[in-house]
């Protein structure tokens, strides 16, 4: 998990995140993690895709409102990045399909 920057004392300005914050991220998505990040999309997963990784193709899991999904969306579009898919995850707990508490995936193209 990331540690958070703390903000300035008496500052209301949230702390400015870098690529070199996430160097614990696979570079091939580093600057798509970073982007999201900065601009405030909370970001607890991802990975840059392809044999001998977790995904099959580039992936940033994150959790929000019912909005996250379109505000990490806008975001993507405004800074010129490629996402192919935006997917809302459900966890099936006795065979009913549950708002997953975890938030949604946003697959890069």
Same mark, same amino acid.
Request: with cysteine; charged share 30%.
């Given at each position: !998990? ?6 300035? @004392?008496?500052?209301?300005? @949230? %702390?400015? $995140?870098t ?9 091939? #998505?580093?600057?798509?993690?970073? #982007? ?20 099959p193709? %580039?992936? #940033? ?6 909005? =996250?999904?379109?505000? =990490?969306?806008? #975001? ?6 490629? %996402? !192919? =898919?935006?997917?809302?995850? $459900? ?19």
């Amino acid at each position: !998990m990331i540690e958070r920057r703390e903000r300035a @004392p008496g500052s209301s300005v @949230p %702390p400015v $995140y870098t690529e070199a914050d996430f160097d614990f991220v696979d570079a091939g #998505i580093r600057r798509e993690v970073t #982007i999201l990040s900065q601009n405030g999309v909370e970001t607890f997963e991802s990975c840059e895709g392809g044999p001998g990784h977790t995904f099959p193709e %580039p992936t #940033i899991r994150f959790c929000g409102d019912r909005a =996250a999904g379109f505000k =990490a969306l806008a #975001i993507a579009l405004t800074y010129g990045l490629r %996402p !192919m =898919a935006l997917r809302r995850c $459900y966890a099936v707990i006795d065979g009913e399909a549950r708002r997953s508490r975890l938030g949604d995936d946003f697959q890069e193209a």
